[in-house]
């Protein structure tokens, strides 16, 4: 399957990807996208919001990805690596706040957090 | 916007390049335009040491400033002013001794030189010297000097930095005194002016932890203002109608001249109001200055400073300043159809004022001031008769014998811990020790009350009074000013039989002489009813030392020989300050005078007097001076002999008898109480500074707070206001900011939503414009 | 956008699938779940068939592949965010990441691609699950399947997908319209070339073992240390490192054995073009690493003077024994 897969995409490798195709894939990114931002505004876990900006992420990554096949340049692939880069920055430092507000109130939810509006 | 681009470029070019200015020759050399001078004729260049006697206070002033700094604490501030002050009156002796006749200028430095368009305002730090200068130089630097030794013992008890202080100020004094009458100019006046206010404010508030003393200070200083706005605004409109600030300038204007010569003919309609306006704003700041109705009541008041101060400042000195600016103004005066009447009048009108207040008054002190508020409204009275020889003359003797009686009183004070209460003190002549205070009193009190041809003050007065007679439809102003030489008889003898003459008792005051900041003068208990004749046993007065019985024994030697001053040159100018003044701009040549002489003898003819003057007239049927000294001879005797009669100490070396019976208690009282409330209207100065606080003050307060409840009812509404739309904005949005995260995420999103259709619709419309 | 999708159809799916998605939200009543994803499923297969209608006629349709891989992506999405225990948040999250790599390789993107498995599904999501584990209480055993009330409701999801869905359409309206407009770019051998120029041992190397090569032999270096490689005319200038003397071979010769694959040009891309980038992205990594250690640090000073109390304790009683 995975072969076939590579064989197909080889198999394209070449020609630069059509408006419509892209339009399949920008459509798709961009669905994940903003439901990534859904989950972000509406779930209360810290946790699950952090994934949902993963998921906003991997938007972001196809549509780069999607791009740079489009232009044959090897840019979107590159600034998705930036992309991973960011993410697991982003992923430790707020997995160690998470870590640290979890112990501070022992639950995940964000309204926990209220009276930090000042 | 023309005519404007030259002016600006002449002044910048002065401003930027002084060397352009100094080049033009007009511009360096102001007194070379001066050459058709009339009255005053070709001002030369005088010598350079004539700048020593502004400059000697002024170092004075510099140096006791360092040793305030240095924290001097030894007599060495006196003996540099007094030293520096010497200095200074012996160059001005040689000023006078070298004088020619015809007035120079020396100049310093250039100060102010602003040329603009045709036009250009020359200021210079220089001097003008002519003989008013010179007589008024003499007696301020020569008093100055005395009062200098006098103050170095007595305020011996300040030494330290209160010490350097007084000096330093006094220093300060006379030089803006010099400034003020040698300044060749109105500006030079003017800084004088406001640098002898200063220290005026500086040294009635020496004793600054006084509350009384700060008052005082400021009072002085506030009333002073008002006489100051006017003074600036006459020095701005002489600038603009004469074009010049320069006395030598302005007096050899054309256009001045020419309005004299219009005035002596009683022409005043040729006249323009711009010029006659000159006179009376000039007038305004006069009267500021030199205490007159209705701008007075600083003077009394300012006896709350150290009694030198009030000696030299407020008696002899810095108050006939207003004096010598009509003086010296004089054609200016004489070009304004009222201005000369009003002064005259307000004149009368003070010295009579301030008579009646002083008969009723019980602070020694404060009874020499209204004396002298008094015989400065003589002065006016000259001024505004046409005669400044009288006024002048005046002046002179006025600053002798009134310095005199101030020091007096001051050694009195000094010497009895503050006291001044006239009702607490008797016999002081008596003393051990006070013998030469006694006799300086005496005749400090027989000029102030112009006993007959032994006194100097006689002669004065009787020039001013005199004029009065003979100046048709003024006579009103003779036999008022007649009463107050009267009244002012019996007060000042009322304070020599009460204090000086009878048994020997003292209360001392309050002040305790070990105390850095003695507070003199304090607590003066006016209620009669509270009068206690307990001594405080252990009190000794100690007695005046070397320093102040010199400095008396001069001023009443120079009281009493002023005498000879009106018969020198007497046939000419009547004396010699007649002769001073005549050969100045304040010289007023008076047809009256020698009409009256001449009506006297008999060759009386018809003279065609200028137009609304009345022919004058013999007084009594003989000559108008003669009749006065009749007159005030024996008006000023009588008052003597009414103050005796009331005051005068019971059985009084068997020439009168005295209805005093002890200190407190005299004849006095009990005729006093037949005129019911007057003597305490009196004693309470006519309230005037209540009717002043009533008309002036208390409205001034009510219209402060209106516009303080405007200020912060519309103001800081108007402010409150804008701060509150915003309060009021983050209210109705404050709920969105809830602190949970996913809020701000929405509100964020939303943003980028909106912001996001908007770009889109645009893009759109643009799109399919295109 | 019309020669893409019709715009009715996009803002019809774009509302199907907001209203799909906020009804599968959780909330307390939990039965609109699977309406919500057959609301969303029907959005999404209405966007693929308004897509693939438009693709058909001008002959764009994209591989098959990207059919199923796109519908498990955008479903494992859908129920990553609706689903109340973050475990199984995670575990969906996985799996989006495994679609979203089939097609970077239908994207021929595969190093990415297995980048993407080994970093985020292999690194990233197994710290989340482990701090999932560490940040949620242990559940009893008599309340095992309570759900925690902050997971279970969901806050604003109608005005959370309307302003979500109408940042799609804005999104896709935006992206339509102008890929219309974006030309792609044509078959640029020259860029290919360029690369390999760049890299003469590769070349080197493949000659070789396409025995191109003889073992004396190797490719002209330039001045700057280019392959003498022109791009233009195909020929590679081939000389003998003994001898000095040179041969050329043309691109009939050398064509099928010797290409830039993706992973060479997106090295040489990433440290050609992007030096820079790696190092902030380097700086990132390293100040994520440091703020992660210190936030999560435990502040332990307490304890330790415990232990220095107990310590000293210890040694008081042993001295004392000692004495006694």
Same mark, same amino acid.
């Given at each position: ?16 990807? *059509? ?6 894939? #920008?459509? +798709?990114? %961009? &669905?994940?996208?903003?439901?990534? @931002?859904?989950?972000? /505004? ?33 840019? *979107?692939?590159t600034?998705?690596?930036?992309? #991973?880069? +960011?993410? %697991? &920055?982003e992923?430790?430092?707020? @997995?160690?706040?998470? /870590? ?19 | ?56 206070p ?27 002050l ?42 003008y ?65 406001e ?5 005026s ?22 009333v002073n ?23 030598a300038?302005?007096f ?18 040729a ?42 400042i ?20 004489l ?25 009723a ?9 209204y ?105 009103i102003?003779?036999w ?13 003898f ?15 005051g ?6 850095d ?37 001069v001023?009443a ?29 304040a ?50 005797i009588f008052g ?52 002043y ?5 208390a ?22 206001l ?49 | ?86 475990v ?35 690194a ?18 008599t ?8 997971d ?15 940042l ?5 309206t ?18 290919l ?10 070349v ?30 195909g ?66 000073e ?23």
């Open positions: 399957m995975i072969d076939s897969a590579l064989v197909l995409a080889q198999q394209s490798f070449p020609a630069p990807l *059509g408006d419509s195709m892209l339009a399949h894939y #920008l459509f +798709v990114s %961009a &669905a994940m996208f903003v439901i990534g @931002l859904v989950g972000f /505004v509406t779930r209360k876990n810290m946790i699950i919001m952090f994934l949902c900006t993963e998921l906003m992420f991997q938007g972001a990554g196809l549509a780069l990805i999607a791009f740079g096949r489009h232009h044959l340049g090897a840019d *979107g692939q600034f998705v690596i930036f992309v #991973l880069c +960011v993410a %697991a &920055a992923a430790a430092m707020a @997995l160690a706040l998470v /870590v640290l507000l979890f112990r501070h109130r022992e639950t995940l939810s964000a309204e926990a957090w209220k009276e930090l509006n000042g | 916007m023309i005519q404007l681009t030259p002016q600006l470029t002449t002044l910048l070019s002065t401003l930027t390049n002084p060397m352009v200015a100094l080049s033009d020759p007009a511009a360096a050399d102001p007194h070379a335009a001066a050459t058709t001078a009339h009255a005053v004729g070709e001002v030369g260049h005088g010598p350079a040491w004539v700048l020593l006697i502004p400059f000697l002024l170092l004075g002033f510099v140096l006791n400033a360092i040793y305030a700094a240095i924290g001097n604490k030894s007599k060495l501030p006196a003996w540099t002013t007094v030293g520096l010497a200095v200074a009156f012996a160059t001005t002796l040689s000023m006078f001794l070298s004088y020619d006749g015809s007035p120079y200028t020396v100049h310093a430095f250039d100060w102010i030189q602003v040329h603009f368009g045709d036009k250009s305002m020359i200021a210079d730090f220089s001097f010297v002519d003989k008013l200068t010179i007589l008024w130089m003499l007696f301020v630097t020569g008093l100055a000097t005395l009062i200098a030794l006098y103050a170095s013992e007595y305020m011996s008890n300040d030494i330290g930095t209160g010490y350097c202080r007084f000096f330093s100020a006094f220093g300060l004094f006379v030089f803006s005194m010099s400034c003020l009458v040698m300044g060749d100019n109105l500006l030079m006046l003017y800084l004088g002016w640098g002898v206010g200063l220290c404010y500086l040294l009635i508030g020496y004793f600054y932890k006084k509350p009384s003393a700060v008052a005082a200070a400021k009072k002085a200083f506030i203002r008002i006489g100051d706005l006017g003074l600036a605004l006459g020095i701005y409109l002489t600038f603009v109608h004469f074009g010049t600030l320069e006395f300038e302005l050899s204007n054309e256009k001045l001249m020419g309005y004299v010569a219009d005035a002596s003919v009683g022409n005043f309609s006249i323009p109001g711009q010029a006659q306006w000159i006179a009376l704003l000039l007038m305004i700041g006069a009267f500021g200055k030199s205490a007159q109705f209705p701008l007075y009541v600083w003077l009394p008041d300012a006896m709350e400073g150290p009694t030198p101060v009030s000696a030299l407020h008696a002899a000195t810095m108050v006939t300043a207003g004096v010598y600016l009509i003086a010296r103004m004089y054609p200016v005066f070009v304004s159809e009222f201005a000369l009447p009003t002064v005259a009048w307000i004149g009368t009108i003070t010295a009579v004022l301030a008579a009646t207040i002083g008969m008054q019980f602070d020694i002190k404060r009874i020499m001031a004396s002298t508020v008094s015989q400065l409204g003589y002065m006016f009275a000259g001024l505004g008769l046409l005669t400044t020889t009288g006024a002048a003359f005046h002046v002179l003797t006025h600053a002798f014998f009134k310095a005199l009686l101030f020091l007096a009183c001051g050694a009195v004070m000094h010497g009895f811990a503050g006291q001044l209460d006239l009702r607490k003190l008797s016999g002081v002549a008596w003393m051990k020790g006070w013998g030469i205070v006694g006799v300086t009193m005496l005749i400090g009190c027989m000029n102030l009350a112009g006993l007959p041809y032994i006194t100097s003050g006689f002669y004065s007065k009787d020039m001013i009074i005199a004029e009065a007679f003979v100046t048709p439809g003024y006579s102003i003779g008022l000013l007649i009463v107050t030489a009267i009244l002012t008889a019996y007060y000042t009322r304070v020599y039989f009460r204090v000086f003459v009878g048994p020997q008792h003292a209360e001392p309050n002040e305790h002489h070990d105390h900041d003695h507070a003199h003068g304090e607590e003066h208990n006016h209620d009669a009813g509270q009068h206690g004749d307990h001594h405080s046993s252990g009190f000794h007065p100690h007695a005046p030392g070397w320093a102040v019985n010199v400095v008396l024994a001023l030697f120079a009281s009493i020989a002023a005498i000879s001053l009106a018969y020198i040159d007497k046939a000419e100018h009547h004396g010699w300050v007649g002769s001073m003044v005549h050969d100045s701009t010289y007023f040549h008076s047809p009256y005078v020698e009409q009256a002489h001449h009506a006297a003898e008999g060759t009386a003819h018809a003279v065609d007097g200028p137009v609304g003057f009345k022919a004058p007239k013999a007084v009594f049927g003989m000559d108008a001076h003669t009749a006065m000294i009749l007159i005030t001879g024996i008006g000023g003597v002999l009414v103050a005796a009669f009331f005051h005068g100490p019971k059985g009084w070396q068997g020439l009168f008898i005295g209805g005093r019976t002890e200190a407190a208690k005299c004849r006095m009282d009990a005729v006093a109480r037949r005129f019911g409330p007057i003597p305490k209207m009196a004693e309470n100065k006519w309230y005037v500074d209540e009717i606080h009533a008309i002036l003050v409205p001034l307060r009510v219209f402060s707070h209106v516009l303080h409840w405007l200020d912060k009812l519309l103001v800081d509404g108007l402010v409150n804008f701060g509150f739309l915003p309060r009021l904005f983050a209210w109705v949005i404050r709920p969105s900011q809830s602190g949970v995260l996913q809020g701000y995420a929405v509100n964020m999103a939303g943003g980028v939503v909106i912001l996001l259709v908007v770009v889109i619709v645009v893009v759109l419309r643009a799109g399919g414009a295109a | 956008m019309e020669q893409i999708i019709s715009p009715i159809a996009l803002y019809v799916v774009c509302a199907l699938g907001g209203l799909g998605v906020a009804m599968a939200l959780p909330r307390r009543d939990t039965k609109l779940q699977i309406t919500g994803g057959v609301v969303f499923a029907a959005a999404a297969g209405l966007a693929a068939l308004a897509l693939g209608l438009k693709a058909s006629g001008s002959g764009g349709l994209p591989n098959y592949f990207f059919y199923p891989f796109a519908a498990l992506g955008l479903g494992a999405s859908v129920r990553m965010i609706t689903h109340p225990r973050p199984y948040s995670a575990l969906y999250f996985i799996l989006t990441i495994i679609a979203s790599c089939g097609m970077y390789l239908l994207l021929s993107a595969e190093f990415m691609a297995f980048a993407l498995v080994i970093i985020y599904a292999g990233i999501l197994i710290t989340y699950l482990f701090v999932i584990m560490l940040a949620t209480q242990a559940p009893s055993s309340q095992e399947e309570l759900i925690d009330e902050t279970a409701v969901s806050r604003e999801p109608v005005l959370a997908a309307a302003i979500a869905f109408i799609l359409g804005i999104l896709t935006a992206m339509f319209r102008g890929v219309g407009e974006v030309h792609p770019a044509g078959n640029d051998r020259t860029a070339n360029g690369v390999l120029a760049n890299l003469p041992k590769k080197d190397l493949k000659l070789k073992r396409a025995g191109l090569l003889e073992a004396d032999e190797r490719v002209l270096r330039l001045d700057d240390g280019t392959a003498a490689l022109d791009a233009s005319a020929t590679i200038v081939i000389e003998n490192v003994d001898l000095g003397t040179t041969r050329m071979i043309d691109h009939e010769q050398w064509g099928d054995h010797l290409e830039a694959t993706n992973l060479d040009r997106l090295g040489f891309n990433l440290m050609h073009d992007h030096p820079m980038t790696i190092e902030i992205a380097g700086i990132i990594l390293l100040m994520a690493m440091l703020g992660a250690t210190v936030l999560a640090r435990k502040h332990t307490f304890e330790e003077q415990l232990k220095a109390s107990h310590a000293r304790t210890l040694g008081l009683d042993n001295s004392t024994g000692d004495r006694s």
